[in-house]
T-cell receptor, first 114, second 111 residues
Framework: DQQVKQNSPSLSVQEGRISILNCDYT??????FLWYKKYPAEGPTFLIS?????DKNEDGRFTVFLNKSAKHLSLHIVPSQPGDSAVYFC?????????????FGQGTELSVKP | ETGVTQSPTHLIKTRGQQVTLRCSSQ?????VSWYQQALGQGPQFIFQ???????GRGNFPPRFSGLQFPNYSSELNVNALELDDSALYLC??????????FGPGTRLTVT
């Protein structure tokens, strides 16, 4: 049972435009969500996180939105740059377990074209 | 500040053998988590160690075991290797309940 789903395996965006990556989850006990970026031959790099008590968190070009009623979160990258091309994973953890078990989605490969 | 490091980078083993993977956590971090990432999938949680004690385990058989040392470095041991164990093994460190920071991973191939 896939508790965290990223339904788009790939996304292609023009440089300078907005990239929107989506993630859905099924477990209502999840209360902390994270986005990671992964380049080939490297480990995932932490990008941004959000607690379930918020609906938006912003860090520079990256903004994460959380819609708890829809069990949906999204990552917005504005403006997109060619260096953003990578695989993006969303991850979630459950109540009282922020530093514990992370459940990952399957990833979305973002390609930003010059 | 030194990030998370893992060794070796690549490893080839034969089915039935045993393997030990190593991880050095980021300076100041006391928690280490291990993940298995199969091709085309997201990382799957194996287990976590906090101050040398196992602090949670995913859906992996007992032949996957681990250790954390007083300096917070860690080992992942896998006995009786199977072909399906071929994957990227990722170690992540954190300071208690904070974001996890990943190492570059060890690519294990079982033939």
């Amino acid at each position: 049972d896939q508790q965290v789903k990223q339904n788009s395996p790939s996304l292609s965006v023009q440089e300078g435009r907005i990239s929107i990556l989506n993630c859905d989850y099924t477990n209502s006990m999840f209360d902390y969500f994270l986005w990671y970026k992964k380049y080939p031959a490297e480990g995932p790099t932490f990008l941004i996180s959000i607690s379930s008590i918020k609906d938006k968190n912003e860090d520079g070009r990256f903004t994460v939105f959380l819609n708890k009623s829809a069990k949906h979160l999204s990552l917005h990258i504005v403006p997109s740059q060619p260096g953003d091309s990578a695989v993006y994973f969303c991850a979630a953890s459950a109540v009282g377990n922020q530093g514990g078990k992370l459940i990952f989605g399957q990833g979305t490969e973002l390609s930003v074209k010059p | 500040e030194t990030g998370v490091t893992q060794s070796p980078t690549h490893l080839i083993k034969t089915r039935g053998q045993q393997v030990t993977l190593r991880c050095s956590s980021q300076s100041g971090h006391n928690t280490v988590s291990w993940y298995q990432q199969a091709l085309g999938q997201g990382p799957q949680f194996i287990f976590q160690y906090y101050r040398e004690e196992e602090n949670g385990r995913g859906n992996f058989p007992p032949r996957f075991s681990g250790l954390q040392f007083p300096n917070y470095s860690s080992e992942l041991n896998v006995n009786a290797l199977e072909l399906d164990d071929s994957a990227l093994y990722l170690c992540a460190s954190s300071l208690g309940t904070t974001e996890q920071y990943f190492g570059p991973g060890t690519r294990l191939t079982v033939t």
